[in-house]
């Protein structure tokens, strides 16, 4: 199974800022990664797919970039609403598919 | 616009069983590999299963293969998730998904969740 360690736990920072979240892979994954955000109290949203592609919706300060076994998440200039936890998901080979234990997005 | 809504979750024995439901609407379901996504409280995500678009495919994480089996009825837009076997560590809001893509197999990555139903498995 491949495991996803995604750093940091936690990353606190003020509106405006930049935050840089990122995902490693046990192993080689190509670009079949994905990330989700996730609010108290909500379903996970789907960010970013196959490592660096928007999905349908999603603000442009958001981007993925990374291939292999490292990955980042870069929010550009933090809004109120972009504080949450972040999960990354990896899909290649699936079955199983596996996430990341997440990173909390917390305002400074 | 895409909706999923689960149903199906409550109060059970380790050992019992209960069927969890999820009601699709507002795209072609037919064309859509779905899965289910569990949370325990406070934690993490866990993929549990996935089924194929036409139900001839069927997947499941290790922690509920033979215990858990999944299905889907394409003339009703509803996909089932049979739990069997209940223990205490499955007790977790359980998600159901939408594939983001309608190629085939599937990609695996979700693009549309409902709001979960919450299972409790409790002595």
């Known amino acids: 199974e491949i495991v996803l360690t995604q750093s940091p736990a936690t990353l606190s920072l003020s509106p405006g800022e930049r935050a840089t979240l990122s995902c490693r892979a046990s192993?080689?994954?190509?670009?079949?990664l994905a990330w989700y955000q996730q609010k108290p109290g909500q379903a996970p949203r789907l960010l970013i797919y196959?490592?660096?592609n928007r999905a349908t919706g999603i603000p442009a300060r958001f981007s993925g970039s990374g291939s292999g076994t490292d990955f980042t998440l870069t929010i550009s200039s933090l809004e109120p609403e972009d504080f949450a936890v972040y999960y990354c998901?990896?899909?290649?080979?699936?079955?199983?598919?596996?996430f990341g234990q997440g990173t909390r997005l917390e305002i400074k | 616009e895409v909706q999923l809504v689960e149903s199906g979750g409550g109060l059970k024995q380790p050992g019992r069983s209960l069927r969890l439901s999820c009601a699709a609407s507002?795209?072609?379901?037919?064309?859509?590999?779905i899965h289910w996504v569990r949370q325990a409280p406070g934690k993490g995500l866990e993929w549990v299963s996935s089924?194929?678009?036409?139900?001839?495919?069927?997947y499941y994480g290790d922690s509920v293969k033979g215990r858990f089996t999944i299905s889907r009825d394409n003339s009703k837009n509803t996909v089932h998730l049979q739990l069997n076997s209940l223990r205490v560590d499955d007790t977790a809001l359980y998600y159901c998904?939408?594939?983001?893509?309608?190629?085939?197999?599937?990609?695996?990555?979700?693009?549309?969740w409902g709001r979960g139903t919450l299972v409790t498995v409790s002595s």
């Open positions: 998904a939408k594939d983001r893509s309608t190629r085939v197999p599937s990609s695996g990555s979700f693009d549309s």
């Open positions: 507002g795209f072609t379901f037919t064309n859509y590999a």
């Open positions: 089924i194929s678009a036409t139900g001839g495919s069927a």
């Open positions: 192993q080689n994954i190509n670009t079949f």
């Open positions: 196959d490592a660096s």
């Open positions: 998901q990896q899909r290649s080979n699936w079955p199983p598919i596996t």
